[in-house]
């Protein structure tokens, strides 16, 4: 996403004075445009996944065996993921 706002023209912040598009203002902004974008992305196809685990108590089924916390959050994501493309 960041390499096709850097070769459009008419796009990227604005700024007092030149502000180069593929400059490292320009591009921090982009960095933290599309991480605050992905962050809500994100937490809305997983979060109510690990929210249903919870509410429901499965969650004492699936911590039985040593799991981290990584592999959990991986898991529920993919899970996630292709949920939403079988319902499309």
Do not use: E
Not at 10 to 30: D, H, R, S, T
């Amino acid at each position: 996403m960041t390499l096709f706002a850097v070769s459009a023209t008419n796009f990227g912040p604005i700024g007092a004075g030149k502000v180069l598009l593929n400059g490292p203002f320009a591009i921090a902004v982009y960095c933290v445009q599309l991480t605050s974008f992905g962050t809500v992305i994100i937490s809305a196809i997983f979060g109510t996944s690990i929210l249903r685990d919870f509410q429901l108590d499965t969650y004492q089924l699936i911590f039985t065996k040593p799991l981290s916390k990584f592999a959990y959050l991986g898991g529920r994501w993919a899970g996630s993921m292709l949920d939403r493309r079988h319902h499309q």
